[in-house]
Structures are given as C-alpha cells and as structure tokens.
C-alpha cells in the first residue's frame, strides 16, 4: 500500500509540474509585449556579414549578433547575481547572459523546485542562459551542503586527492558535473587556482596547495575532465590571492615583485588555458608592482597579459561588483565600476545592480567612450563559448 501511495504521489508531483511549467509559459507570453515596451531599446549594430569570417563559430556568433540590439549585447556581458525578487520577470526583460545562484536558492527548496525555477529562466532567455554556482567543494558549496539535494557536501580538492589520489580529484569532477547538469545548471565557478603560502593565509581553505604545481596539476585534472562532460568551468581567481586580505571586505594590496607572481602564481593559471578552460576569474586584488594602484579586475595592462602573454581567447570575468576591493575604489558608484570592468577588459561582469550597471555600459557606449565593437567582441567570446558547450545548437559544421 505504501509503494502504490509513492507511485501515485510521484505521477501527482510530475502532473502539478507540466501544469505550473503551462501556466509560466502563458504567463511569459503575455507579459512578452508589455515588457519589451517597457524595455529600453537601441538600434542594432553596425551591419556586416557574417560570411566574411572563416570559422563556423565565428561565423554564428556574428550572424546573431548582427541581429541584437545594444541592451541585449550588453546584458549577454551581465553574470548577474540573481535577483530575490521577480528573476524570472528580470530575466525576460534584461537578457542576461547568466545568472550566480547561492545559498539561498537551494535552502528551502527542493531539487524538483530548482529544476523548475532554472528551467523557467531559460524559457525566458532568448539566448540559452549560463547558470552558474559556487560549488568549490570543502567550505564552499552552495548547493550539497543541503541533504535533500545530496547525502554528503563535496569534499575538498585535498581531502579527494588525499583519499584516492587524481583517480578521486576526476571522479569527484565528473559527478559533480552530473550532479549540477541534471539541476540545470551549466557553470560552476570552480577550481581555485590560488596558491597561498601558510595557514594563515585569507584563502588557504579554499586552495588545494601551497605548491604552485601541485594546484596546477589539480586545475588540469578538474578542467579537463568537466570539459569531456561538456560542463563549464571557471579558474579563479586570476593572478592568484596567495597571502593577500580578502576582497569582500576591503582592499588588497598585492606589493610582491611581478617576477615571483609569474614564477608562482600564474602557473596554474597557464594549466587551466593549456587545458581549455573555458572561463577565468579576475580578482579585486591591486597588483601594485604590475599596474599601481588598479585592481586587477579592472586593470587593462592585466587583461593584455592574460590575452597576449597567456594565449587566452576564451571568456574573461571579474569577481563581483558589489565587493569593497572594487567597490571602493570608485567611491561606491556602482554604475562606474561596470563601465571601468569593460574598459578594463572584461568580457562578462559579476553585476550587482543590473538597471545603474547596464544603463551605465550603454551609456558609455553611446557616448564613445566604449566603443561598440569591443562590446561585440565580448559577445562573440560569450556566444562562441555557448555553442562550444551545446548551449546554442551548432549551425555550421566544422
């Protein structure tokens, strides 16, 4: 009697599902007209064609750019902390190229729930979401961390390879892969590539090693291994905390020689881009003794090294906006801070506050001040990548 009662609340639960899954749809349809009235238009860009670039890839992401106004172009450049209130609505209306889920999402929720919930964002995006989480493993994990999504949370690097050597930093990899893919999300923001020097150190329960090789290694084993399972990844966070303060709650002044940083720091940021990652996370961190004075979220010259020095074509992000290692640094105008991580040269922003943040871009864009095609040239990284990963079904073949 018991397992007839399961089956039917089971066939119940899966029924009330495709109905509410309906109703949101008819409501997104009606809303549609209302909200793009509501929605801040521009033209679209510069015409050309498409045709004229030789690699398929390139070739669609143009062919759809060449088909988005400058509000979408710039919201496709937002991974926007997601909204307590109206993200489906916001989504609709902004086109974001993703959304950050935290803690809060999965605390009283069911997986059932968030299956829904991010299937209902994608719905709303025209183009296919990135759905993203900090889901480092040891102290950092936003969604295991609740038993009704997973008996146990994911270990730390360090206590998987401890465990069971690289046969445990890849089989943890690909479940957590599994694990997130089935939720519906497509990102983690993972592995930490940062290489601290003691205990002591801000970031250290988040590293897998004092050892810049030994991390590197790691970063090679996660990375390679979520791309064969078609998962995104996001190496953080560039050029490396190592005993640096942390940037969340004021500024950091990195006054270690450039040369040590490169011999040290960036090394497991070079296995990440040998292995293909496809996302990399820039910090708050001021390195004082490359570019004085300007975080490296938004330092140009430290973007031109991860691209010239590093080889680097895929998506450049900065950490979140709303952190006081950046934050302070333009006396807290949040609109500024967006437009300075775009000069900075960064391809997608961790946004806080999408309606200052994005008008403020759009702003900058109109007035010259940022020029539209380095706009585009973000958006083709972001399309590029979502079409690599099966986000966008592959029009031309190789």
């Known amino acids: 009697m018991k397992k007839i009662f399961k089956i039917v609340i089971s066939i119940l639960s899966i029924v009330l599902t495709l109905v509410i899954a309906f109703d949101v749809y008819v409501v997104l349809k009606s809303k549609s007209d209302s909200i793009a009235a509501d929605t801040p238009q521009t033209t679209q860009g510069p015409a050309y064609s498409a045709e004229e670039y030789s690699d398929p890839l390139q070739r669609q992401a143009r062919e759809i750019i060449g088909q988005m106004t400058l ?6 450049m937002l991974l926007y902390y997601i909204p307590k209130k109206e993200p489906l609505e916001k989504m609709r209306r902004w086109q974001f190229g993703g959304y950050i889920l935290f803690s809060r999402n999965f605390e009283h929720s069911t997986p059932m729930q968030t299956i829904f919930e991010i299937a209902s964002y994608q719905a709303a995006a025209k183009i296919p979401a990135f759905m993203a989480v900090d889901e480092e493993g040891g102290g950092v994990n936003r969604v295991s961390q609740y038993s009704q999504y997973r008996n146990e949370p994911f270990k730390s ?19 957590k892969a599994d694990f997130l893919s089935n939720l519906g999300i497509n990102t983690v923001l993972a592995p930490v590539a940062d290489v601290p020097y003691s205990r002591s150190d801000y970031i250290y329960t988040r590293a897998f090693s004092t050892d810049e090789n030994a991390v590197g290694a790691y970063v090679k084993n996660v990375v390679e ?11 953080k966070h560039f050029p490396g905390y190592a005993d640096n303060v942390n ?20 090394i497991p940021f070079k296995a990440a881009v040998e292995s293909g990652v496809p996302m990399v996370m820039v910090s ?3 390195i004082e003794n490359f570019d004085p004075g300007v975080p490296a979220s938004l330092s140009l010259k430290l973007h031109q090294y991860i691209r010239k020095e590093l080889g680097y074509n895929g998506i450049i992000v900065c950490d979140g906006l709303g952190m006081s290692g950046v934050r302070d640094y333009v006396n807290g105008d ?19 506050d999408v309606g200052v943040q994005l008008r403020a871009v759009a702003a900058a864009v109109e007035s010259g001040r940022i020029a539209e095609s380095q706009i585009d040239d973000s958006v083709e990284r972001i399309l590029i990548t979502k079409i690599k990963y099966a986000m966008i079904e592959r029009k031309y073949e190789q």
Request: contains cysteine; hydrophobic residues 30%.
């Open 334 to 352: 949040k609109g500024e801070v967006a437009v300075q991580a775009v000069l900075g040269g960064n391809d997608m922003l961790c946004a806080t």
């Open 247 to 266: 940037t969340h709650t004021g500024t950091s002044i990195d006054d270690r020689a450039w040369n040590s940083i490169e011999k040290r720091d960036i």
């Open 71 to 76: 509000y979408e172009k710039i919201g496709q």
């Open 284 to 286: 708050h961190n001021i």
């Open 157 to 175: 690097g360090i206590s998987l390879y401890n465990q069971g050597g690289w046969d445990a930093v890849k089989n943890d990899s690909e479940e």
């Open 225 to 235: 291994t979520m791309n064969k399972k078609q998962f995104l990844s996001c190496v």
